[in-house]
């Protein structure tokens, strides 16, 4: 698990497969030139498991002496990048899922880390599973991102509830995990950033939420979105709480 890893609380301080488009009734609007998508993940080709992570059809690269395969999912345009080292048994980025088991077992972390705590995806069958090491998503060409839905990763509410191995104990009520969206704009000065919060006030994020973004100047006209992680179980190398976060049908205009 990488170190440097309820409730909506927002705060703004400021190829593996090609897929169809699930457009919403918004689109193509008279008279104007944007239309809006609705990126469900419907069409990803999944392993007998349940999840896509990567795979050895990927471009090859070298990470850290080991052979490993950069993959993408693409939808609506926007790719979703995962790096998988079948070395390590390891991968980084955007995972697709559509298991619906809510639980998380270290004997099994493999399929278990791409449960969620909802028990499978928000609408459809499949669901997103970020968890990145430097991956973002970017877009060909300038979106807004209007909103998504999120929920806990099962793996991460397992720390949560049992504590992570490496931060002792579980999460009391002043601990706290947090999702930061780091949007970058087209055009201008960047720096914003919005908060989700996975966990605080000693109660955790259980079921899907929606993080409405229509109103936020700063996803409007930007060209690339990154997710990190901040929480108070940490150590010298970072958050030790399993920093991931599902979403799913995610709105973009473009």
């Known amino acids: 698990m990488k170190t440097n890893k309820f409730f909506a609380l927002a705060a703004i301080v400021c190829g593996f497969a090609l897929s169809f488009t699930s457009c919403s009734e918004e689109d193509n609007p008279v008279g104007g030139d944007k239309i809006t998508v609705t990126i469900g993940f419907e069409n990803a080709t999944l392993n007998n498991q349940g999840f896509w992570c990567g795979d050895e059809t990927g471009t090859p690269f070298d990470n850290w002496g080991s052979e490993a395969f950069k993959c993408f999912y693409t939808e609506a345009g926007v790719p979703f990048e ?72 099962a793996w991460t509410v397992d720390a949560i509830l049992n504590g992570d191995g490496m931060t002792p ?27 989700l919060s996975l966990a605080k006030d000693g109660d955790y994020v259980k079921e899907w939420k929606y993080c409405d973004l229509s109103d936020v100047d700063a996803f409007k006209n930007i060209k690339s979105l990154s997710f990190a992680f901040e929480g108070s179980k940490a150590n010298d190398y970072g958050v030790t709480t399993p920093t991931y976060i599902c979403i799913d049908d995610i709105v973009i205009e473009k």
């Open 169 to 195: 104990g579980k999460f009391e009520a002043d601990d706290y995990l947090t999702c930061v969206l780091y949007p970058t704009p087209a055009e201008g000065v960047g720096g914003a950033r919005y908060e």
């Open 82 to 153: 995962a790096n998988y080292t079948p070395a390590w048994a390891s991968w980084s980025g955007f995972a697709i899922s559509n298991r619906t088991e809510t639980t998380f077992n270290a004997a099994t972390m493999t399929p278990d880390q791409f449960n969620n705590i909802a028990g499978g995806a928000h609408s459809g069958k499949n669901f997103c599973v970020v968890y990145t090491y430097g991956e973002k998503l970017e877009f060909a060409s300038p979106v807004t991102v209007k909103g998504f839905w999120y929920t806990n990763d």
